[in-house]
């Protein structure tokens, strides 16, 4: 019997690909919706400390943001 991973959630989809490792079809499925779901913006990398710094700091505000919520 097949499961319907249609109907999974990605909790439980990721739960199933990790107890199943060799089941393809799944992880598949799995990349395919994670990666269909992912931002498609892109940035130029750091070309200086200054930028490297900057895009240090946007990191560490973004994580404090995620632990507030």
């Given at each position: 019997m097949k499961p319907?991973?249609?109907s999974m959630?990605?909790?439980q989809l990721r739960a199933y690909v990790i107890a199943h490792p060799?089941?393809?079809?799944?992880?598949h499925i799995f990349v395919d919706r994670f990666t269909s779901e992912?931002?498609?913006?892109t940035f130029d990398i750091?070309?200086?400390i200054a930028e490297v710094e900057e895009?240090?700091?946007l990191i560490r505000n973004k994580l404090e943001q995620l632990k507030k919520n």
């Open positions: 319907g991973f249609n959630n990605k909790t060799n089941n393809k079809v799944a992880f992912a931002p498609t913006e750091p070309k200086s895009v240090d700091i």
